[in-house]
């Protein structure tokens, strides 16, 4: 009789123990609405209280997240979360994120998600990645791109050491650095992880101590990706120049970006456009590049090809080390100005002037293409066993 009631008593203890199967669940849909409320009262403090801090990289683009819904906050935002499974601490769903932004259409985008308990708290850390390792590259990808991460890999491991040592970076920390890719497989989804407000069509992205971002489709190729990886890389190796690197204007990021995708794949430099564009009056003030934020639509091409124009006018006037050193003095602190003196030995209007003047004028004729000269069609010359006319067959 003792020994039944102590097996009572000891079942009855070990149900009061057992975890509760919805106690993951409560704990985590708590968050979402903390989140939800942060996003739409700009409280970026009250939202990343909610991010986990195990992936420093995402915890570097969920600050980037914070910090744009802090200025620009959505007029409204719903996470639901589909079917939870629960293992040691962890937890995956199917997240469905869907925002509006002020004055805007609604948005959604959909993906399964990660949340990690800690101290008694589930937190937000991120996408659920499949993974792809290889020496010093680390791929993140959608289902269904396990091809481009292979692609991916070998893109990346032929770009990497051209785009350091053209940085002059191939003695520093970053080649022995683990390069972590992430590959999505949607434009919706990569806006997303970037910010709610993000609209503009995008192939890649990047900021400092984040992973780079990549769209891609299915049917990526080495060498697309190749061209796109040198592209982000580019920015990677930028912002080692110096503390203050992405606050250099916005132009010489861009510019630089693409002159390291020159570099690597060979590709023509925007020379053609640029003088069409001085023939029209169409180059655009620097100081309207300059702002991520501030840019006019307008002008947002010009970023990308005036800069890089620009960009390479320097490297191939001055030398590449002395662009190096332009970007690093910046990157350090300076002002456009002040690194340009230092640097290459002109303020930055000296040095404005001279690129321009180094292009057509304004409402200077377009050349005619050069004529091809003609071919003269080659004389035929009887063969040396042609018989005479009329000789039988």
């Given at each position: 009789m003792l020994s039944a009631m102590l097996h009572l008593m000891l079942s009855a203890s070990l149900c009061l123990a057992a975890p509760d199967p919805d106690a993951a669940r409560l704990g985590i849909e708590s968050q979402l609405r903390v989140m939800e409320q942060a996003m739409v009262k700009a409280d970026a403090p009250a939202y990343l209280a909610a991010v986990s801090e195990a992936d420093s990289e995402f915890l570097h683009e969920q600050r980037y997240f914070a910090n744009d819904f802090a200025k620009k906050p959505p007029a409204e935002v719903t996470i639901s979360l589909g079917e939870l499974k629960e293992t040691d601490g962890a937890a995956t769903a199917r997240v469905t994120w869907a925002w509006t932004m002020p004055g805007a259409k609604a948005r959604e985008v959909a993906f399964d998600?990660?949340?990690?308990?800690?101290?008694g708290k589930w937190l937000y850390a991120g996408e659920v990645?499949?993974?792809?390792?290889?020496?010093?590259?680390?791929?993140?990808?959608?289902?269904?791109?396990?091809?481009?991460?292979?692609?991916t890999v070998e893109a990346f491991t032929a770009v990497r050491a051209k785009v350091e040592e053209s940085f002059g970076l191939e003695k520093s920390a970053l080649p022995a650095r683990t390069q972590k890719i992430k590959l999505y497989g949607s434009m919706k989804h990569l806006q997303h992880s970037?910010?709610?407000s993000y609209t503009d069509g995008l192939g890649g992205w990047n900021e400092p101590k984040e992973s780079v971002k990549i769209l891609a489709g299915r049917s990526s190729r080495v060498n697309q990706l190749k061209g796109l990886l040198s592209h982000e890389y580019g920015h990677v190796a930028t912002f080692e120049l110096g503390p203050k690197s992405n606050v250099m204007p916005w132009w010489v990021l861009e510019g630089v970006a693409e002159l390291s995708s020159e570099v690597v794949v060979h590709g023509r430099r925007p020379r053609a456009t640029l003088e069409r564009w001085a023939r029209a009056g169409r180059i655009a003030p620097w100081d309207s590049l300059a702002d991520f934020e501030n840019c006019?639509?307008?002008?947002?091409?010009?970023?990308?090809?005036?800069?890089?124009?620009?960009?390479?006018?320097?490297?191939?006037?001055?030398?590449?080390?002395?662009?190096?050193?332009?970007?690093?003095?910046?990157?350090?602190?300076?002002?456009?100005?002040?690194?340009?003196?230092?640097?290459?030995?002109?303020p930055f209007a000296q040095l404005a002037a001279e690129w321009r003047a180094a292009l057509p004028e304004e409402g200077a004729e377009e050349p005619a293409p050069a004529e091809e000269p003609k071919k003269e069609e080659p004389k035929k010359e009887p063969a040396a066993t042609e018989e005479p006319a009329g000789a039988p067959k």
């Open positions: 998600a990660r949340f990690i308990e800690a101290d990645w499949e993974r792809h390792e290889a020496p010093g590259v680390m791929v993140l990808f959608d289902p269904g791109l396990e091809e481009v991460a292979t692609n970037i910010c709610l006019e639509d307008k002008w947002k091409g010009h970023v990308y090809t005036q800069g890089h124009h620009m960009i390479g006018y320097i490297s191939d006037t001055f030398g590449r080390e002395k662009l190096n050193a332009w970007m690093t003095e910046m990157s350090r602190g300076a002002t456009i100005d002040g690194a340009s003196v230092t640097a290459l030995g002109r």
